[in-house]
């Protein structure tokens, strides 16, 4: 439970704990049963919905910052977790709208127009991806709400949020191609079917199921076990798995462009 | 020519034109006849070599500062620049080490331990490329040297500017393959045995070249024209040209990572 002292001493004194002009905002995607959605929130005293995103501590990596973020706001830890653009752009907010009074009835403490957090702000975007169903979700202390939304009707976002969702989908849908991303939302052992409904909802377009899983092998990233599943008189279908130790690397290496 | 009073001004008083917390470091790439080179800076009060960078106007884009501290260093406009990783880790540069008499006898002005140019910065990674006989170099006013250095026989970096280029040369290498970066160090049609051999430098390795071309034609970067250079007799390879079009779009869209 987050006090009032606390948002207080936030708003306050945050940039003693946190880098000043420099946020990160989260394309946190959520998959379940062919349903691709992001998680959006709302904060307190800006009408309409952003990412989720926060500031970095001066004690804190960055890749640490985004991952302490996306487990505060899903409840889970350690999803693949992408960097994929920065940035800056001295009208991606609009200061001169800051409403001081509103602001101050809002969070309860003046919010004054040189404070900290209304100030001119380079963001860098992460991405990340984990199975919505499993997710317990929590707004920030600046926040009212935290959503997930399908990725098909979303509403228009704030600041440049839009094109952040836009760079994120563009370089999550490249790089399935180049890192297990789908790992922790498929049973260990999966079907044909399933990895390849996974993949069209992921890419949000039709694939050939024929030329599809000789591509993921041949790029290292897919399996074909020597075992079947047994789903009914003459249904066995063979199980796939993961190369678990290409997704550990990528893990690791969160940093690789491939 | 800069002037100790512009230096003065930009120490004391930089952090209100330029964004604090937050600059920018160019692994500027030169390639000439199978050469590839790194240009390096030595700034004036730290010892050893760093990449050339900077900081953001107030009022400037990201891409724009980048820009212009690559058009300042190498004196050539329009390169092809791409952002490829933001460097975040308070442990990046050892400020405990600062030593304010130092900088202050060898800049002619007092910084203090406090000064904007002192604290923990966050540090977004660009890459460019171009040819290396084509350039005038330039130290930014904080430097005194600015040198290309064979890739192959790199000085140990100050900071994390190693690892940043380790980063830059994965990402380009990557990207030589879904960019034509190679546009303007070849000259507008050029022939197989050129174009090879500007791959093989970039990519630090041997390429087949019988596949080699099939390869750059299948993924649109590469025409190969209806026309031949006469170089001797029975000696009159095809010609080729990068596809423009593809070119331009990248330009404009430096952000889109393939």
Same mark, same amino acid.
């Given at each position: 439970?987050?006090?009032?002292?606390?948002?207080?001493?936030?708003?306050?004194?945050?940039?003693?704990?946190?880098?000043?002009?420099?946020?990160?905002?989260?394309?946190?995607?959520?998959?379940?049963?062919?349903?691709?959605?992001?998680?959006?929130?709302?904060?307190?005293?800006?009408?309409?919905?952003?990412? +989720?995103? =926060? #500031?970095?501590?001066?004690? %804190? !990596?960055?890749?640490?910052?985004?991952?302490?973020?996306?487990? @505060?706001?899903?409840?889970?830890?350690?999803?693949?977790?992408?960097?994929?653009?920065?940035?800056?752009?001295?009208?991606?907010?609009?200061?001169?709208?800051?409403?001081?009074?509103?602001?101050?009835?809002?969070?309860?403490?003046?919010?004054?127009?040189?404070?900290?957090?209304?100030?001119?702000?380079?963001?860098?975007?992460?991405?990340?991806?984990?199975?919505?169903?499993?997710?317990?979700?929590?707004?920030?202390?600046?926040?009212?709400?935290?959503?997930?939304?399908?990725?098909?009707?979303?509403?228009?976002?704030?600041?440049?949020?839009?094109?952040?969702?836009?760079?994120?989908?563009?370089?999550?849908?490249?790089?399935?191609?180049?890192? +297990?991303? =789908? #790992?922790?939302?498929?049973? %260990? !052992?999966?079907?044909?079917?399933?990895?390849?409904?996974?993949? @069209?909802?992921?890419?949000?377009?039709?694939?050939?199921?024929?030329?599809?899983?000789?591509?993921?092998?041949?790029?290292?990233?897919?399996?074909?076990?020597?075992?079947?599943?047994?789903?009914?008189?003459?249904?066995?279908?063979?199980?796939?798995?993961?190369?678990?130790?290409?997704?550990?690397?990528?893990?690791?290496?969160?940093?690789?462009?491939?």
């Amino acid at each position: 439970m987050v006090t009032q002292e606390q948002i207080e001493d936030f708003i306050l004194n945050g940039h003693k704990d946190y880098v000043p002009h420099v946020s990160l905002d989260c394309a946190i995607f959520g998959y379940h049963e062919q349903q691709l959605k992001l998680l959006l929130i709302k904060h307190k005293a800006v009408d309409g919905w952003c990412l +989720p995103g =926060g #500031y970095i501590k001066r004690t %804190e !990596k960055l890749v640490e910052a985004a991952a302490r973020n996306v487990k @505060e706001r899903t409840g889970v830890d350690n999803l693949f977790l992408q960097q994929f653009k920065t940035f800056g752009d001295p009208n991606r907010a609009k200061f001169e709208e800051f409403d001081e009074e509103k602001w101050g009835q809002i969070l309860g403490v003046k919010v004054s127009r040189n404070n900290w957090l209304i100030d001119q702000t380079i963001s860098v975007g992460f991405y990340s991806i984990t199975d919505f169903s499993r997710t317990v979700l929590q707004p920030d202390m600046m926040s009212i709400d935290c959503e997930w939304f399908d990725i098909n009707n979303l509403p228009a976002l704030e600041f440049d949020h839009d094109e952040m969702v836009r760079e994120a989908l563009h370089t999550m849908r490249i790089q399935l191609y180049h890192y +297990p991303i =789908g #790992y922790n939302m498929l049973p %260990e !052992k999966f079907t044909l079917t399933e990895i390849h409904a996974l993949y @069209e909802t992921l890419l949000g377009k039709k694939l050939d199921i024929s030329n599809f899983p000789k591509k993921l092998i041949a790029l290292g990233l897919l399996i074909k076990l020597d075992e079947k599943r047994s789903i009914g008189p003459h249904r066995s279908p063979h199980l796939y798995r993961f190369d678990k130790e290409r997704y550990d690397e990528a893990l690791k290496n969160g940093v690789v462009l491939s």
